[in-house]
């Protein structure tokens, strides 16, 4: 099967407008005999079901929590990009684009950018319009700052929680759907599989959480809006609950992975405290605006530090190497985001990792604090003090914090083309779940406007064309299809409960997690990469052999949803491995040690990768097929990044 | 159902007349208050059992009054239907609960309520009705020298059955001839466990008023940041310390006249 | 030159540290479904670290039944940064336990010391009925914002953001009300399991934005009927809600709220709409 990307003719800033009204649409009167199920209920997933329900479709959204208020679109803290330019600084479209299209290191889709920085001026007005109460400035205008390094102030917020603001919007949205009939919402339900006829995606298989009764439902389409992958490396910052089998379900139906290997690594988060723990919290990442990071000089002292014979502050100035300001003079400690965390990275590897785990670098805030005041620095950064005071018990106006980098965000997923549609037609995926707008990496704020893009102003209107083409014909639960994939999901929920051995699949995550984040992490080695291969397939072989699952279907049964999750993340896994090692270049976030330059930094290789990998299931344990969707760049000169 | 039905039984609804019954009891103590302090002008009952006899024959007081007791009896009523609405919302209990920062008032205004309910009915049984229905019930007559102020009493034994109250002017002297309520009074409040029980009724009445007041102002959705402290001082100082102290003086007072004598 | 080197040394580390020294014992309301009933069971919690969350300490406990063959305990919780309003533990007589302005997932085991017994209980009320052991079903909270706790307006608006002009006080204001987690705290803090705390919160926020003008007095009428209906108790303004709050949604919610439903069924004829049923 050939990659068609379905981008459209034309020069870049007229082709979502011209390929809007190229697009066919559905009759209105014809609108409500069409079903549509959407899997996960995040900004993606609310703001599509509830936008396709206000068009007239019958909309089927489903979540695994008890409500749809709780999808993991809350947690993000930052805000949200907008190429408004309310504040005359010089943004624009075209700007948002550039800087995204920069920001992710050339590895994503020029027209899918383009389109993305068009419709962010809608996203802001629509979330203002449904009562979203982003912050104000005294005249009553709309508030922006710079955020993760822009040159712009385009990016709007509501205090430190805009996530969850703009989620409850759509969350509103969805609300109102409901209560008009249009959308009926199954919570606490999981999708365990995609059923397709003729190839087209028709519908799901989902597992009721309460009751374990597992059920189908048909639809002319389904919208995966299920997020993103980052807990495979177990440690995260996403919620315990977020997880990669909608999508790795599809995916072993005929939906292609995009760029697996992509994933974000934020700097700032608060570090282990041991093995129990569960996830990581992160801290706004402009706590490095004054604070200054460093490590030990030496392993001993490093090794003083750890066993708490001394502290921080009694480390003298002379034995303390401030090590981003010391190899990137330019920009200090506000080198991006994939720089700073490998450099902390490296100090742990040389054994100047400090903190009781050895697991940390310092983040500083005494020189900041005899500089302005410590009023001032806590004006500023207050709130971030105050949540790693209660995490970790320890006060960093007097110490310094702690801080290691964390896997936030997932930058590849299921391939999409341009109207968002996977390689099983009918199917589409929406926000983090795609792999489609952030290239290699992603910039601060832009997640949550990928999210809405997607749902409010993208499939809409890309949906409708699909719809219009297979037609209103009612689809139902009736075809074998859906009898044969509930027979085989049955059969894997039983394998599942079947396993009666001596590991808990928890314990099986937190290896994964160690594997993935050791060898598949920020740095990788073609070396390091082989041996994870190796090592996950031995996890996957053990898996089946030695977990234990507790408990039977009919009830609500945490231990079974968790391993079916996680024998879904170690699959994950190892095709990760795979696509990190067919990428040998450095690009974004992740670093290939074999392609550097003579002064250590990433070396991108346009002439060779400059593509998509679009990863085939071929089979349970076969190798999965690569195929490769050029990157074509008409607009932006390719150039490599440079912070030395 | 009709619209005015579905909101008085609607939660708010339900609420709004317990905050409004509350707050025109709250008008009416300040009104009882008043006249009672007429107990504590040492005129042998003079005062008070005029005042007496002026509210039970004043036409207008006297509808007021059946409006305060349909008051008393609304709000009690209501307080009984949300209390059992409110228990049904908890089934199940909690095995372990915790001292809350909920102030011991607003947590108990059921119990305080029902001692305040008990206290009306000995209250009104003692008083009211008896001053109603006690054929028994002795009469005062008291002469005022309206030259020289001086005020004198004796006993007056009603020449016919019915005879209810009477105020005549004979050669410069003021005769009023009244119930003598004021009598059940010193009688009632020579008795120790009926001091007591006022005493207690009356801390009742201050912990009930004191959550009561500014919470009949949420209610109402009345809060305001500039005049919501003024609500709660007015509900602390007044309606709490304030009323209940006067109340709670005046058998004490009696009591202590009594064991002096 | 970057190199990878190994950091296996420290993993070894990572193990030592999760034993901690402090030794528990919970008591645990432990209930198949909500058709059955359920007990209180005893369970040891042994070197628990005090850097643990509260529901990595019982992850540590699950984790151990699981190994002898005894079934997990179930609890909800999701995003474990205190946001997401899924994790609703009553912990020694406090929703989300003794420590202010925190959910479940953000209090620590240094709130508590070695030794103590630590009882644990699901949110109470009849609104909320126990799903399995300590997670309850709390559909009942989307339902009243089904009711009414939108402002209807389609995807396509194109009305510029910055048209509408909201003093900083008020969407500060708006905001504030706005954070509401709806875990639920609030009806389990309550005496009388009313849930007016979330109610009003979201009626404020939209009653004090001019967006939510239009619908603000069918909006207080919709939902709180849908309130009513769903069977949780009436305010008492005790003020247990506000306490227990771990995002700290203040009571003057509840006043704002009864003020807009008194003014729309008493004073004002044309919002008078009534209920279906």
């Given at each position: 099967m050939s990659l068609d990307a379905k981008i459209p003719e034309g020069p870049l800033a007229d082709r979502w407008n011209k390929h809007k009204f190229d697009l066919k649409l559905v009759n209105p009167a014809n609108k409500r005999k069409y079903d549509i199920i959407v899997v996960g209920t995040g900004l993606a997933g609310a703001a599509a079901a509830a936008s396709l329900a206000e068009l007239g479709y019958n909309v089927k959204a489903f979540c695994f929590q008890d409500s749809p208020r709780r999808a993991h679109s809350i947690a993000a803290q930052g805000g949200i990009n907008a190429a408004k330019n309310y504040q005359n600084d010089g943004d624009?479209?075209?700007?948002?684009?550039?800087?995204?299209?920069?920001?992710?290191?050339?590895?994503?889709?020029?027209?899918?950018?383009?389109?993305?920085?068009?419709?962010?001026?809608?996203?802001?007005?629509?979330?203002?319009?449904?009562?979203?109460?982003?912050?104000?400035?005294?005249?009553?205008?709309?508030?922006?700052?710079s955020f993760g390094g822009s040159q712009v102030s385009r990016t709007f917020y509501a205090r430190g929680q805009t996530g969850q603001q703009l989620l409850l919007g759509a969350y509103s949205a969805l609300n109102r759907q409901i209560h008009a009939g249009k959308v009926k919402m199954y919570t606490r339900t999981e999708m365990l599989d995609v059923?397709?006829?003729?190839?087209?995606?028709?519908?799901?298989?989902?597992?009721?959480?309460?009751?374990?009764?597992?059920?189908?439902?048909?639809?002319?389409?389904?919208?995966?809006?299920t997020g993103g992958y980052s807990n495979v490396f177990y440690l995260s910052t996403n919620a315990i609950g977020s997880n990669v089998t909608a999508a790795w379900r599809a995916h072993k139906r005929g939906a292609y992975f995009g760029n697996p290997c992509y994933t974000q690594i934020h700097p700032t988060c608060i570090p282990v405290t041991g093995d129990h723990q569960s996830k990581l919290t992160l801290m706004s990442e402009s706590l490095r605006n004054d604070g200054r990071v460093w490590a030990p000089k030496t392993v001993e002292?490093?090794?003083?530090?750890?066993?708490?014979?001394?502290?921080?502050?009694?480390?003298?100035?002379?034995?303390?190497?401030?090590?981003?300001?010391?190899?990137?003079?330019?920009?200090?400690?506000?080198?991006?985001?994939?720089?700073?965390?490998?450099?902390?990275?490296?100090?742990?590897?040389?054994?100047?990792?400090?903190?009781?785990?050895?697991?940390?670098?310092?983040?500083?805030?005494?020189d900041a604090i005899k500089r302005l005041g410590e009023d001032t620095v806590r004006a500023k950064y207050g709130n971030l003090f105050d949540m790693y005071i209660q995490i970790t018990d320890e006060n960093p106006y007097k110490q310094p914090m702690r801080i290691y980098p964390a896997v936030h965000y997932t930058m590849g997923g299921l391939w999409v083309d341009y109207n968002l549609s996977t390689t099983i037609p009918g199917l589409y995926a929406l926000g983090e779940c795609n792999f489609s707008d952030h290239g290699a990496n992603r910039l601060g704020a832009s997640a949550l406007m990928q999210g809405l893009s997607d749902g409010y102003f993208v499939i809409p209107y890309t949906l409708g064309d699909y719809l219009a083409k297979i037609g209103p014909k009612k689809v139902d639960t009736s075809h074998p299809a859906f009898e044969a994939t509930k027979k085989d999901v049955i059969a894997h929920i039983n394998k599942l409960l079947a396993l009666k051995g001596t590991k808990t699949a928890n314990e099986y995550h937190r290896e994964l997690g160690h594997i993935m984040w050791e060898y598949c992490g920020m740095a990788r080695t073609d070396e390091g990469l082989k041996k994870a291969k190796g090592l996950i397939q031995a996890l996957k072989a053990d898996f089946w052999k030695n977990a234990i699952v507790a408990g039977e279907n009919e009830e609500v049964n945490a231990s079974l949803e968790r391993a079916g999750r996680i024998a879904d993340f170690i699959e994950l896994g190892e095709l990760m491995v795979d696509d990190a090692l067919m990428r040998k270049e450095s690009c974004g976030g992740h670093f290939r040690v074999e392609s550097q330059t003579a002064d250590g930094e990433a070396l991108r290789d346009d002439e060779n990768f400059a593509f998509v990998a679009a990863w085939e299931f071929k089979g349970e344990d076969q190798p999965e097929e690569l195929h490769k969707e050029e990157l074509v760049f008409e607009a932006v000169h390719l150039s490599q990044r440079n912070y030395a | 159902m009709?619209?005015?039905?579905?909101?008085?039984?609607?939660?708010?609804?339900?609420?709004?007349?317990?905050?409004?019954?509350?707050?025109?009891?709250?008008?009416?103590?300040?009104?009882?208050?008043?006249?009672?302090?007429?107990?504590?002008?040492?005129?042998?009952?003079?005062?008070?059992n005029v005042y007496a006899n002026f509210l039970t024959h004043f036409p207008p007081i006297e509808v007021i009054a059946y409006i305060l007791y349909l008051s008393i009896v609304v709000h009690a009523l209501y307080a009984l239907i949300i209390t059992l609405k409110n228990r049904k919302a908890r089934p199940v209990g909690y095995a372990v609960t915790s001292?809350?920062?909920?102030?011991?008032?607003?947590?108990?205004?059921?119990?305080?309520?029902?001692?305040?309910?008990?206290?009306?009915?000995?209250?009104?049984?003692?008083?009211?009705?008896?001053?109603?229905?006690?054929?028994?019930?002795?009469?005062?007559?008291?002469?005022?020298?309206?030259?020289?102020?001086?005020?004198?009493?004796?006993?007056?034994?009603?020449?016919?059955?019915?005879?209810?109250?009477?105020?005549?002017?004979?050669?410069?002297?003021?005769?009023?001839?009244?119930?003598?309520?004021?009598?059940?009074?010193?009688?009632?409040?020579?008795?120790?466990?009926?001091?007591?029980?006022?005493?207690?009724?009356?801390?009742?009445?201050?912990?009930?008023?004191?959550?009561?007041?500014?919470?009949?102002?949420?209610?109402?959705?009345?809060?305001?940041?500039?005049?919501?402290?003024?609500?709660?001082?007015?509900?602390?100082?007044?309606?709490?310390?304030?009323?209940?102290?006067?109340?709670?003086?005046?058998?004490?007072?009696?009591?202590?006249?009594?064991?002096?004598? | 030159m970057y190199l990878i080197l190994d950091t296996n040394y420290l993993i070894q580390n990572l193990k030592e540290m999760s034993n901690g020294n402090m030794n528990l014992t919970l008591k645990v309301w432990r209930q198949k479904n909500a058709?059955?009933?359920?007990?209180?069971?005893?369970?040891?919690?042994?070197?628990?670290?005090?850097?643990?969350?509260?529901?990595?300490?019982?992850?540590?406990?699950?984790?151990?039944?699981?190994?002898?063959?005894?079934?997990?305990?179930?609890?909800?919780?999701?995003c474990r940064e205190g946001i997401c309003g899924m994790c609703s533990l009553y912990i020694n007589g406090h929703p989300h336990g003794p420590k202010r302005g925190v959910t479940t997932c953000q209090l620590h085991m240094r709130t508590f010391h070695d030794g103590e017994t630590i009882t644990i209980e699901p949110w109470r009320a009849s609104a909320f009925p126990v799903?399995?052991?300590?997670?309850?079903?709390?559909?009942?909270?989307?339902?009243?914002?089904?009711?009414?706790?939108?402002?209807?307006?389609?995807?396509?608006?194109?009305?510029?953001?910055?048209?509408?002009?909201?003093?900083?006080?008020?969407?500060d204001e708006a905001f504030n009300s706005a954070t509401c987690i709806g875990c639920g705290a609030c009806v389990a803090a309550c005496k009388n399991a009313s849930a007016m705390l979330f109610v009003s919160a979201k009626i404020t926020q939209l009653g004090l934005l001019p967006q939510g003008q239009p619908e603000r007095y069918s909006r207080v009428q919709s939902m709180v009927a849908q309130m009513d209906e769903e069977g949780f108790g009436s305010c008492t303004n005790t003020g247990a809600c506000e306490a227990e709050c771990p995002k700290e949604i203040k009571l003057t919610n509840i006043a704002r709220m009864n003020n807009d439903f008194l003014s729309a069924k008493l004073f004002r004829e044309e919002e008078i709409h009534e209920a279906k049923h």
């Open positions: 624009s479209v075209f700007r948002l684009f550039y800087d995204t299209i920069k920001g992710g290191d050339y590895r994503a889709r020029e027209s899918n950018v383009h389109r993305l920085a068009e419709v962010s001026v809608n996203i802001i007005d629509q979330c203002v319009a449904q009562g979203v109460p982003f912050a104000r400035e005294y005249g009553g205008l709309l508030d922006n700052r059923v397709t006829i003729d190839g087209h995606a028709k519908g799901i298989v989902t597992r009721n959480m309460l009751t374990g009764a597992i059920e189908s439902h048909a639809g002319h389409a389904v919208l995966l809006c002292i490093a090794e003083q530090l750890r066993k708490g014979t001394i502290k921080a502050d009694q480390v003298k100035e002379d034995d303390r190497d401030y090590f981003l300001e010391r190899k990137y003079p330019a920009f200090g400690n506000l080198v991006p985001r994939d720089v700073a965390s490998r450099n902390a990275k490296e100090m742990v590897e040389e054994g100047k990792g400090v903190g009781g785990s050895g697991f940390a670098v310092f983040l500083d805030f005494a | 009709s619209e005015i039905k579905q909101t008085f039984n609607s939660s708010l609804g339900k609420k709004l007349i317990m905050a409004l019954t509350g707050l025109f009891l709250c008008t009416f103590i300040i009104v009882h208050v008043g006249g009672n302090l007429l107990l504590f002008s040492n005129d042998n009952g003079f005062g008070f001292k809350s920062d909920a102030t011991w008032s607003s947590k108990n205004m059921g119990l305080l309520g029902s001692i305040l309910l008990l206290f009306i009915v000995i209250h009104m049984s003692d008083f009211w009705f008896r001053y109603h229905n006690d054929k028994t019930m002795g009469f005062k007559e008291y002469r005022t020298d309206l030259g020289t102020g001086k005020t004198t009493e004796s006993t007056y034994t009603p020449p016919v059955a019915d005879f209810s109250h009477s105020v005549s002017t004979e050669n410069n002297v003021e005769i009023v001839r009244v119930k003598d309520l004021h009598a059940r009074v010193v009688y009632s409040f020579s008795q120790l466990w009926y001091v007591i029980f006022y005493v207690i009724a009356m801390g009742a009445l201050s912990f009930h008023l004191l959550h009561g007041f500014q919470s009949a102002f949420r209610t109402l959705g009345w809060v305001h940041r500039k005049y919501t402290p003024i609500v709660y001082a007015v509900g602390t100082w007044f309606f709490a310390v304030i009323i209940p102290f006067l109340f709670a003086l005046m058998p004490v007072w009696y009591y202590y006249q009594n064991v002096i004598k | 058709q059955t009933s359920g007990k209180f069971v005893s369970y040891k919690a042994e070197n628990i670290s005090p850097d643990m969350s509260f529901l990595e300490m019982l992850d540590v406990v699950n984790e151990g039944l699981t190994h002898k063959g005894d079934e997990p305990i179930n609890f909800d919780h999701d799903v399995k052991d300590l997670a309850v079903d709390r559909s009942a909270f989307d339902r009243i914002q089904q009711a009414g706790g939108y402002v209807s307006v389609n995807t396509g608006v194109t009305t510029d953001g910055n048209a509408l002009l909201i003093p900083k006080v008020i969407a």
